[in-house]
């Protein structure tokens, strides 16, 4: 039996701009052994790996196109943080029983 799971842990950020959490999410990647992908600014709704900012993500030798392409590389950790200044139910997230919290 294989698993359908690529990414052995993933953390997903809702955060309004400005509110201090970049220099959380920055001690966490220097403090995690292994690969790790940093995807930030990613607009509500979208592919992250399409949509997050060229500029401030890094992506630590993790091949973009591939990863837009459905080819996923095994990550040690990998982070979504999701810059809003609107209530996290507006990003479309939702539970494990597809509720919006």
């Known amino acids: 039996m294989t698993s359908?799971?690529?990414?052995?842990?993933?953390?997903?950020?809702v955060a309004m701009k400005r509110s201090g959490h970049h220099a959380i999410i920055n001690w966490i990647l220097q403090n995690t052994q292994g690969k790790t992908c940093?995807?930030?600014d990613i607009p509500p709704r979208t592919n992250p790996f399409v949509t997050a900012s060229n500029r401030t993500s890094l992506l630590n030798d993790i091949n973009r196109k591939q990863e837009i392409a459905g080819i996923h590389q095994t990550k040690d950790l990998l982070i979504y943080n999701y810059l809003t200044s609107l209530p996290a139910s507006s990003v479309g997230l939702r539970d494990k029983n597809g509720s919006q919290p």
């Not at 359908?4 to 950020?13: D, T």
């Open 4 to 13: 359908s799971f690529v990414n052995k842990k993933e953390l997903l950020v």
């Open 38 to 40: 940093f995807l930030n």
